[in-house]
């Protein structure tokens, strides 16, 4: 039995670990109720299938993107964001896309749009949801700095 949750700066998904449906959440980061200073994009539809948001501050962080999301149930949910670093063809250090996933006042460890070169899913690991309805913030990371949350 597994919930799974996929979150992308385009799709986030969650998938349920104990539910005996295999619950899954499908959330569309451009349906986010507050965008904050993130920006719906539309350039990669071919490839994503639908926007995304992205936080394009010019090296300065802007403001989180929130939104809310009802579970089926509460339990341990395994988190998914598809996401990609738009740097990584030059191989640099720093990924300017880089950012932060917050589930329910839970920071989630993994520092999102660091790994692929291409869309892909990052794992964002096993968060509990102990409310039916949680807030889920991205928090946008520049220069090292966790922008403010909402």
């Known amino acids: 039995m597994k919930k799974t949750v996929l979150i992308c700066i385009a799709v986030i998904v969650f998938s349920s670990l104990k539910s005996q449906n295999n619950d899954k959440i499908l959330i569309e980061a451009e349906s986010f109720a507050q965008k904050g200073g993130w920006v719906i994009d539309q350039q990669s539809m071919d490839v994503m ?81 102990k409310n039916k309805n949680c807030k889920l913030l991205h928090f946008n990371r520049r220069a090292g700095q966790l922008g403010s949350c909402l």
């Open 49 to 129: 299938g639908s926007p995304y948001l992205m936080a394009h501050g010019m090296g300065v962080p802007v403001p989180d993107a929130s939104t809310s999301v009802n579970f089926p149930v509460p339990g341990k949910y395994h988190v998914f964001v598809r996401t990609r670093n738009w740097v990584a063809r030059w191989n640099t250090t720093d990924a300017p896309g880089k950012f932060q996933l917050s589930v329910d006042g839970k920071m989630l460890e993994p520092i999102f749009g660091t790994k692929s070169e291409d869309w892909d899913w990052q794992d964002g690991g096993i968060v509990e949801v």
